[in-house]
């Protein structure tokens, strides 16, 4: 068994769509970033880089190469699963936390781990997706920005 950790945070700004764990929400502000900025799918795919010791998301889609620019998160995910399962490996099992003081996700929980389940290939029931404010403190309290953390373990395939 193989574990991983991942943690990710972007600045909520106007004119942008707001995608967590690859599900579109209703909300007037998105994140910021180089990619769609899906703050869940990063810590989960960092953490799943961590596992497999194959580095970092900004190592692998740096955010000085314009072919990453505006990319669906789905897709790094995909690329990213792609050389786990070149290795031999498998997920295991995902928990994330997603730290925001707005939106709240919980009608869209369900929705977020079967969507991140279909991207790694697992049942459902191995992922499990949780959310927290911090009490409006710091950044994040101030509804600047939101952040997520992630736990992965992996698991050989044979
Ligand atoms: O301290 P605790 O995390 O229990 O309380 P909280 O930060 O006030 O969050 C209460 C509940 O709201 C959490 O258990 C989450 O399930 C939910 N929540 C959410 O759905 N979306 C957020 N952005 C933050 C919290
Ligand atoms: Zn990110």
Known sequence: MYVGIGYDIHRFVK?????????CFDYPL????HSDADVVLHAIGDA???AASLGDIGELFPDTDDKWKGISSQILLDKIMELVW???LRVNNVDVVFIAQEPKISKQKKEMERRISELLKVEPERINV?????EGLD????????AAQAVVTLTHNS
């Open 15 to 23: 004119d942008r769509k707001l995608i967590l764990g690859g599900i």
């Open 30 to 33: 998105g994140l910021s970033g």
């Open 48 to 50: 799943i880089l961590g």
């Open 86 to 88: 070149g290795k031999g």
């Open 130 to 134: 949780k959310a927290t404010t911090t």
């Open 139 to 146: 950044s994040i309290g101030r509804l600047e920005a939101a």
